[in-house]
């Protein structure tokens, strides 16, 4: 029963802005990592941020460090991706997703870490 919702994708030119934001629903949101993740055709999904259940620490994929900010607001069980300097690389569905493991230490970066997922949003970047 546990749902995770994305919104905010779209279409932006390059340099531009966009925030997605994941309401998480049937699941106690404050006691779990949560994390953001892309995918192109004939990739592999890539990890793009993560953010600890206490929202203490973070951790980004080295093509967003310093461009993507993660963060989570949990009186509203929502998790946001802002994203500034958008380019075309970016372009991708992107994902949100909930850790399988209670009050985890450090912030999970592999999808295996992962079990619960939204459907995703798309976001187009063009040139």
């Known amino acids: 029963q546990v749902q995770l919702v994305e919104s905010g994708g779209g279409l932006v030119q390059a340099g531009g802005s966009l925030r997605l934001s994941c309401a998480v629903s049937?699941?106690?949101?404050?006691?779990?990592?949560m994390g953001w993740f892309r995918q192109t055709p004939g990739k592999e999904r890539e990890f793009v941020a993560g953010?600890?259940?206490?929202?203490?620490?973070?951790w980004y994929g080295d093509s967003v460090r310093g461009r993507f900010t993660i963060s989570r607001d949990n009186a509203k069980d929502t998790v946001y991706l802002r994203m500034i300097n958008l380019r075309p690389e970016d372009t991708a569905v992107y994902y949100c997703a909930m850790d399988a493991v209670l009050f985890r230490s450090e912030v999970p970066t592999l999808e295996t870490q992962y079990n619960y997922w939204g459907q995703g949003t798309r976001v187009t970047v063009g040139s």
């Open positions: 953010i600890k259940w206490s929202g203490g620490s973070t």
């Open positions: 049937g699941r106690t949101f404050s006691r779990y990592a």
